[in-house]
Nanobody
Framework: QVQLAESGGGLVQAGGSLRLSCAAS????????MGWFRQAPGKARDFIAA????????YYADSVKGRFTISRDNAKNTVYLQLNSLKAEDTAVYYC???????????????????WGQGTQVTVSS
């Protein structure tokens, strides 16, 4: 069992930055993949980014590529999402998710993630 806890959300002006953190506890390992998703009111929960616990592979949604950066600190069992050049349309609840194993075809699919945090609100004012 893996527990995930997000932090770092808040209110920021358009063009600003935030860094979200996801602390993982429980059984994780090199085969795990950690992802970030977001959900705006009345919309589906969308993939943002993912990273493997080992290696250098990262994956991004086209909508955030070049603005958001996912990273990890294995010693702290923590995954980060750096949000830069924020826009009003980035306003959403951001969720951290985890899964054991992955395929490139499914890394963006939320249904393949077994573990979820409770989410952290990001609000961007225009």
């Amino acid at each position: 069992q893996v527990q995930l806890a997000e932090s770092g959300g808040g209110l920021v002006q358009a063009g600003g930055s935030l860094r979200l953190s996801c602390a993982a506890s429980g059984r994780t390992g090199s085969s795990y993949v950690m992802g970030w998703f977001r959900q705006a009111p009345g919309k589906a929960r969308d993939f943002i980014a993912a990273i493997r616990w080992s290696g250098t592979s990262t994956y991004y949604a086209d909508s955030v590529k070049g603005r958001f950066t996912i990273s990890r600190d294995n010693a702290k069992n923590t995954v980060y999402l750096q949000l830069n050049s924020l826009k009003a349309e980035d306003t959403a609840v951001y969720y951290c998710a985890g899964r054991q194993g992955y395929t490139i075809a499914t890394v963006r699919d939320r249904s393949f993630y077994a573990y979820w945090g409770q989410g952290t609100q990001v609000t961007v004012s225009s």
